[in-house]
């Protein structure tokens, strides 16, 4: 499985930026897919998650209410919309997949990796 993010850049404090993840591999259907960002100096965190069935999301407390996953299976894509942008935000976002029909909420629970793509709020 092979996962490209995309959509990062610069964005002023409570704006808003989708990230896309762009899929390709074997057995999509049964992947979960999750979001996690690691700013300057700190450790990876989960951001995100989704359910193979495309059910059962899961969010980090600190984005609740303004962070929306989904996922379009016929694109192969995953989507992080994030709205109300704080500084706090600013980090590399990664998506990643897990061969399972679980809900993964950690980092070690993820088999395949994607590049990443740079989230900066600011103004």
């Known amino acids: 499985v092979q996962l490209q993010a995309s959509g990062g850049g610069l964005v002023q404090p409570g704006g808003s930026l989708r990230l896309s993840c762009a899929a390709s591999?074997?057995?999509?259907?049964?992947?979960?897919f999750g979001w996690f960002r690691q700013a300057p100096g700190k450790k990876r965190e989960a951001v995100s998650c989704i359910r193979s069935s495309n059910t059962s999301p899961a969010y980090a407390d600190s984005v609740k209410g303004l962070f929306t996953i989904s996922r379009n299976s016929a694109k192969n894509t995953v989507y992080l919309q994030m709205n109300s942008l704080k500084p706090e935000d600013t980090a590399v976002y990664y998506c990643a997949a897990a061969f399972t029909r679980l809900v993964p909420t950690t980092k070690d629970e993820y088999d395949y990796w994607g590049q990443g793509t740079q989230v900066t709020v600011s103004s």
């Open positions: 591999g074997p057995n999509l259907d049964y992947h979960a």
